[in-house]
């Protein structure tokens, strides 16, 4: 498919082809997507989705890449972010928050803690995007997004149709859903609890100076590479138990400051990544007998 002018006209100069995945992940790695698309409404979505099924485009769904590696030989079909209107906060009863997709984790703690709204405050510590957070169903320091979910509002990528589902239709589990892949997540509604300003800001200060120090920051990493296999096994320990804290594959390797945490030092392709994840995790199933499960997505050819 040539993306031409009528086409870029159609798609307000959204739709690129080409586009180096690099800049869209924070390993910064990762090759080309065939075409990037970034929707700025629904309609736009709508019209570009029906787009791509009429010219049967594979479809990527992307937040902020925090979570997500994509590979050297990049990805087929289209990549799709969801960016503008997609991004908002908005105070709709005295404690219910209804946020774009799009919105930064962080953006909402501080939505939620100015407006005197706790339970938030876990979410200044999750680099990613609410989409994002839904469906990895993010956490940490005993909380997770599916407590303080209402419900989602999803476009079903097959026919379209704009669907709100409420949390208790939602199976939520240790760092996923059953959400089907053909749902494109464009808000959600939260329900916080009544605070007070002060205590909310102190307890997200907390958190945020618990997290420098146990986990690097400023650092090319997608977080976790693999799950804890539960709260007194985590997945840090055993790659430390089976002496893999040292490994090394080309410029990746593993942080000093968490052992779980897989870096890109600039040089490095998505294949030493990848390569330095099944290194680990086959030391550790042969130290051990776990068989980790990863927690990053890894996307493409
Ligand atoms: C430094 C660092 C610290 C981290 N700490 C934590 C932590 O404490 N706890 C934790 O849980 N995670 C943590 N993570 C991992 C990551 O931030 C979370 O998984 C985050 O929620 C991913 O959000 P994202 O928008 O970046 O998702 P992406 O990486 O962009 O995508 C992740 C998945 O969600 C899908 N997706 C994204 N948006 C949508 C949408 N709108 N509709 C449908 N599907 C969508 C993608 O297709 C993909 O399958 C950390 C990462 C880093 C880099």
Redesign the pocket.
Known sequence: MIVNFNLKKKFRNRLEKDVNLANY??FNLGGSAEYFFKAEDKDQLKEFLKFASKNNLKI?????????LFRDNGVKGVVLK?IKN?SYIKLIDKNILDVG??TL?RKVANFAKDNNLGNFE?LS?????????????????DN??SKILVSIT?IDKKNLTEIEIKKEDINFFY?GTN?S?D????SAKFKGLAGNKDVIEKKQNDLIKR?KQS???Q?K????TFKNISKNKKAWMLIKESGCEHFKEGDASISEKHCN?FVNNGNAKSSDIESLIKKVKKKVHETTGVNLEL???I?GE
């Open positions: 992940n924070w990527t769904t992307l937040g902020a890449g925090s979570n997500t969801l997609f997709a799009a984790d876990f510590c999750i680099p990613g995007s609410i989409g994002g957070a839904i469906v990895m169903n993010s956490g940490c320091y997770e997004i999803v760092r959400l892949n749902f494109i997540i464009i997290k986990q690097p920051s650092t990493t997608c977080g976790s945490f927690e990053i997505k996307i």
